[in-house]
């Protein structure tokens, strides 16, 4: 018994620190925040998926608002979450994770889907702990070093806790990596076939996941072949006798990959997915291609969208290439192909990326299902720097290096987890809030359908959008909520309104006060930053003229 957790103390230290964060974030903030932002977007297309049965969206207040004026933006405006195919509206977000997400909701409450990030994190954890222990023979410190580093130095548990499917992706990823590792040492075409079926999994989620894959076969197939005495030779039978393993794994990924695309095509009649078609950015040629490459790689530093590249966000791996090329004789075991792939497979995931993330700050998440192989790669290359470099000298250097770098990478992660911390207090206290108000309903000029998580369920949430049609919108509201008998609207009201929101809350106001409603605050809500505040008939006005 001691031997075996003496063998896996890695594991079981980097499981134990990545519950320890999870733990300590549910005791900080509501379990239900990890649903908000796109998080509400993927629990309403699995909340449509329960009842209906299909993957389309169905607007869920049609009763209220027949003519779908208080659309959330986020799901009519220029956001990609809501696109038309074949004549249906349907939400852009991975069938394959909705799935999972109904049937985890079926057999528990919708208030534990926040369970489903951190068991995704956990898995992520422990599939990075096994490739770097058990399969490349990393130490249990640089394994370690390298689990904290994915945990805390990387944007993976932020975006975890928004439900966001390229955690899953990843952790696929990495798994499958493993496994067609171990299935060359043991020489079984099982789990050779189980690894494929891992990273047509992780395609599922995440289409960028094929040029992992792609290069992990190539890369083993030229490892193979230079260590071949005899060279190449285009023998089939040769071929599959020494490859057979690996063209198990291909095939089996491809067979994946072209139901992917058969599936796509007869429901939505877009082959590579609804998603890829909705973030497809418009602009073309090799100046804008570049832009896309260099902002995933380096960042893009427009004030207007900032983008926080690879190399901004993991300060560290600018040593990945710098060691690898020092090392790279003296590789042995999988790492000889797992870190060329991993460089390789990043550069063309920057490549073939429908967009700079659209001003994603902290975190595009095209680059994330590599993450963890990246990291692993890092810390086996250091590792072996380390044991080279027998003088003083440069392992002093290479130490401090690595110091500075580590220091940058977590500068990063403290920024953007305090900025995450700002989201989830406001999330918390709007979620608390609409929990208040039993089901009345909302009127608002921004969108807090995005953050309203699980309590899109609880009341109706109408955006009054601005412009012209402003009065006649307000109008029809007050209508419609009188012929359903739905009761008095609440209006909302923010202190982080933007300019623009001020303007329109400003012109809403008005309208308000020229049909004879006055504003009256709820006791029950929080005296927060956010405010609910109850639509009523002032004692003086007409306001059955009015409407």
Not at 101 to 110: C, I, K
Not at 262 to 268: D, K, S
Not at 391 to 420: D, H
Not at 458 to 478: H, I, N, Q, R, W
Request: net charge positive.
């Amino acid at each position: 018994m001691m031997l075996t957790i003496k063998n896996n103390s890695s594991m079981i230290l980097v499981l134990l620190l990545g519950a320890l964060w999870y733990g300590w974030v549910f005791t900080q903030y509501s379990p239900d925040t990890s649903i908000r932002s796109d998080g509400t977007i993927k629990y309403k297309k699995i909340v449509d998926w329960t009842e209906y049965r299909d993957f389309y969206y169905h607007y869920q207040y049609r009763e209220l608002d027949p003519e779908r004026r208080g659309i959330s933006s986020i799901l009519s405006g220029s956001a990609p979450h809501r696109a038309t195919y074949k004549g249906h509206e349907v939400i852009t977000y991975p069938e394959f994770f909705t799935i999972l997400g109904a049937v985890w909701q079926s057999v528990t409450s919708p208030h534990w889907l926040f369970l489903v990030p951190v068991f995704l994190g956990m898995l992520e954890l422990a599939g990075f702990v096994f490739l770097a222990r058990n399969i490349i023979g990393l130490t249990h410190t640089m394994s370690f070093l390298g689990g904290a580093i994915l945990l805390f130095g990387t944007p993976q548990f932020l975006f975890n806790l928004q439900l966001q499917e390229v955690v899953l992706a990843s952790s696929l990823t990495l798994w499958s990596i493993s496994l067609l590792s171990l299935s060359r040492n043991r020489r079984s075409s099982l789990l050779a076939m189980v690894a494929g079926l891992l990273l047509a999994m992780a395609f599922f989620n995440r289409q960028e996941v094929i040029f992992a894959g792609f290069i992990c076969c190539v890369a083993i197939l030229i490892v193979s072949e230079l260590d071949d005495d005899f060279g190449f030779e285009l023998n089939l039978g040769r071929i599959w006798k020494r490859h057979g393993l690996v063209l198990t794994y291909g095939l089996t990924f491809l067979g994946g990959f072209v139901l992917y695309l058969v599936y796509n095509q007869v429901y939505f009649g877009a082959p590579l997915g609804v998603r890829y078609y909705a973030v497809l950015d418009a602009g073309s040629g090799f100046a804008h291609r570049w832009h896309i490459f260099s902002s995933l790689i380096f960042g893009s530093f427009d004030s207007r969208a900032p983008v926080l590249g690879l190399l901004a966000q993991l300060p560290l791996l600018v040593l990945l290439p710098i060691l690898y090329f020092y090392v790279r004789t003296e590789l042995r075991g999988p790492i000889r192909w797992i870190v060329p792939s991993s460089m390789v497979g990043t550069l063309l995931i920057c490549l073939a990326s429908p967009n700079d993330s659209w001003g994603g700050t902290w975190g595009p998440r095209f680059t994330m299902v590599v993450h963890g192989i990246l990291i692993v790669s890092l810390v086996a290359v250091l590792e072996k720097a380390w044991f080279r470099f027998r003088r003083n000298r440069s392992r002093i250097l290479l130490l401090g290096a690595g110091v500075v770098l580590l220091i940058g990478t977590l500068a990063v992660t403290v920024i953007g987890w305090k900025l995450e911390k700002f989201t989830i207090s406001y999330v918390e206290e709007l979620q608390n809030d609409i929990h208040q108000l039993h089901g009345a309903p909302i009127l608002a000029v921004s969108d807090i359908y995005y953050y309203a998580g699980l309590t899109i369920l609880d009341s109706p949430m109408l955006e009054v959008k601005g412009g012209k049609t402003m009065a006649s919108d307000v109008d029809y509201f007050l209508n419609r909520a009188k012929i359903m008998d739905a009761g008095d609207f609440v209006v909302f009201h923010s202190d982080f309104f933007s300019e623009k929101e001020k303007s329109k809350y400003s012109m809403f106001e008005s309208i308000l006060e020229k049909k004879g409603f006055v504003l009256k605050p709820i006791s029950e809500t929080s005296p927060g930053h956010v405010r609910f505040l109850k639509l009523q008939a002032s004692p003086n006005a007409n306001v059955s003229r009015a409407l």
